[in-house]
C-alpha cells in the first residue's frame, strides 16, 4: 500500500478493467468469476465497467453469454435472477483487437470513453494481460502509443508469470514494460500470494508469542515446502515443456513462499516494507557455486507411466504438444540455505511436482529435539514437535506437540492440535485472483512481486537451470501417482531428517483434537 494512502476495506475505486486475453483460459475459469464475486459482495459496485480483449470475433451478447458461462461453471457464487444478472452484465463490453494494431487501440479508447461516461467512471484505467509473455512489450507499448493511458485518474498494469525465461529474458521484459510503466504502476501477479494461508503466514509468524521467539535457527532443525499436483500438463503441454517446474512453480510460488517463512519482521506493515524484507531473503539464498553444488543440492525427476487410483496414468512424454524425448522435469527437491543471522545452518527442502498422489501446499516446521529424552526415568524416542501451515487444499494449521497419554504412568504420544479453517468457512473463502484483483484496483501492492523480488529469485534458479543444461544424465523418473524420485528422500536423509506426510496422511499414531 502506498504510505500516504488510506484503503477502503471494501470499495473499489471506480475503473474501467481491460481483460486482455479474454476468450483464454485464465479469463474463463479464473478473471470472470473473480469479478462478479467482488461485484456479488459489494467490492464492485455501479461505477466499473470491464471490457475485454482479443483477436477472435465476438458480438456483445455471445461475450456476455461467455461470462455467464465462465461464472456458471467456476464462480462460487451462482449468477441470481435475470434483472440481477443483466445490471452485472451491461457493464462488460468485448473488443476484437489483435495487440499489434495501432488503430484497434485507437477504437479501444473511443469505446472506453463512452463507458467511462455512462457509468460515470472517473478515468482510472487497470489494465490485465492474460496473454503470452511475448506480448506484454507490444501491448504496453501500443496502450501509449494509441493513447489509451489516462492523465485524469490512475493507469495500472498487471501481468501473469511466467515473467520471463531466465534473468536475462526478463530483465528485457522488464525494459520494455518500465519505458511506459512505473514500477508503481506494475502489478507481477503470482497467485500463490493470493491464497488465504499465504497471508496467514504473516499473521501466525508475528502475531504470536509462542511462534516468534522460537523462529530461528536455535530451535527450528528444518522447513520443508511442498507444493505438490496430482494433474499432469493437461492442455498446457506446449508451455510447459518449454518451462519445467524449476520455472513454472520454482521460480515464483516456492520462493515466494520461502520468503513470506523466513523474512524478518516488517518496520511497517506497508507494501515497501514487506517486500524489502522479502527480498533480503531472496538475496540470502546460499548460490550454488558449481554444477556439482546443484547436483549434491537438486533432484529434478520425469514421471513415467504409472498406476493411480486404479487407472493407468500415461508417461509425460507421451502427453499431448510434449516431446517424446523431453528431458522437462515435472518435479524437483532442493536443499536451500538461507545465509543470514536467524536461519544459518537450516536447510530449507522444498519439492514440488505434477502427477503426485496428492494436491497439497504445505509447510512443515520441524522444530529441534528436547534436550534429553528421558522422561521420568524411562527413555522415549520423542517425535519432534510440528508446525504445518496447510494452504491448499485444506486451509489451516496443525501443531503436533507431545503429550502424556491419558491415564498412563509415563507413556508419551503425539498430539495433534488442528484449526481447519476451510472446514469451518467452507469453500466459499475468497479465491485468490478476487483478493488480487481487489488489491490492484484500490493499489495496493503488498501481495505482487517487485522488480527486484522477481529478478533475486531468476539469479538463484538461472544457476539450478544452467548446471541442468550442462547436464542431462541427472534426470531421475518416477511412476505417475508416486511420490516422486527416491533421490529427494536422500536429501534429507544425509542430515537424519525425512519429509512429513502431508494432509495429515500417515498420522496413525497421532491423537487428533480436530476444531471443527
Ligand atoms: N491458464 C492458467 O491457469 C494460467 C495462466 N497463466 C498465464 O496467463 C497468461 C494467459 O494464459 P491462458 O489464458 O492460459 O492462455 P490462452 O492461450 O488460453 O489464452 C491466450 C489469450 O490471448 C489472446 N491472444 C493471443 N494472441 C493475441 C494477439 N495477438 N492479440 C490479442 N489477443 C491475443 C487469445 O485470444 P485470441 O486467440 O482470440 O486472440 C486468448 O484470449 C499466460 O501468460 C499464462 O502463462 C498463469 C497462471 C495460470
Ligand atoms: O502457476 C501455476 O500454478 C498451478 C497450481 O496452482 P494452484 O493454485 O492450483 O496450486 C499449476 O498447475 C500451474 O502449472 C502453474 O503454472
Known sequence: MAENQTLDALHTPGAVFFIFGATGDLARRKLFPAIYSLYREGKLTHDFAVIGVARRPRTQDEFREDVKESIREFCRYQAGDAAEWNEFVQH????????????????????????????????????????????????????????????????????????????????????QIRQVFKEEEIYRIDHYLGKEMVQNIEVIRFANAFFEPLWNNKHIANIQITLGETVGVEE??????????????GQNHILQL?????????????????????????????????????????VRGQYTQGLYKGKTL?????????????????YFAARVFVDNFRWAGVPFYIRTGKRLPVKTTEVVVEFKGMPTNVYLGQKHNLEPNLLVIRVNPMEGIYVKINAKK?????????????????????????????????????????????????????????RIAKAWKEESNDLASYPAGSWGPVEADQLLAGEGFHWWPVNGQDEDNVVWQVNR
Open 258 to 298: 520461502l520468503t513470506m517463512i523466513a523474512m524478518e519482521p516488517p518496520s511497517r506493515l506497508l507494501a515497501e516494507d514487506i517486500r524489502d524484507e522479502k527480498v533480503k531473503v531472496l538475496r540470502s539464498l546460499r548460490p550454488y557455486a558449481t554444477a556439482e553444488e546443484v547436483r549434491e543440492n537438486v
Open 406 to 462: 491419558p491415564g498412563s504412568e509415563s507413556e508419551i504420544q503425539p498430539l495433534a492440535m488442528d484449526f481447519c479453517q476451510s472446514c469451518m468457512i467452507g469453500i466459499n473463502s475468497p479465491e485468490a485472483y478476487e483478493r488480487l484483483l481487489h488489491d490492484a484496483a484500490r493499489g495496493d501492492s503488498t501481495y505482487f512481486t517487485r522488480w527486484d523480488e522477481v529478478s533475486s529469485a531468476w539469479s538463484f534458479v538461472d
Open 236 to 249: 498446457r503441454g506446449g508451455y510447459y515443456d518449454h518451462a519445467g517446474a524449476l520455472r513454472d512453480m
Open 314 to 330: 500415461p508417461a509425460y512424454r507421451q502427453e499431448d504438444k510434449v516431446d517424446p524425448e523431453s528431458n522437462t522435469e515435472t
Open 92 to 175: 462488460f463490453e468485448y473488443k476484437s483487437l489483435d495487440i499489434n494494431n495501432i488503430d484497434g487501440f485507437r477504437e479501444l479508447n473511443a469505446q472506453t470513453e463512452a463507458l467511462e461516461e455512462k457509468f460515470h467512471i472517473p478515468g482510472n484505467r487497470l489494465f490485465y494481460l492474460a496473454l503470452a509473455p511475448e506480448l506484454f512489450g507490444s501491448v504496453s507499448f501500443n496502450l501509449k502509443a494509441g493513447g489509451m493511458l489516462q492523465t485524469r485518474g490512475w493507469n495500472r498494469l498487471v501481468i501473469e508469470k511466467p515473467f520471463g525465461y531466465n534473468l536475462e529474458s526478463a530483465e528485457q521484459l522488464n525494459e
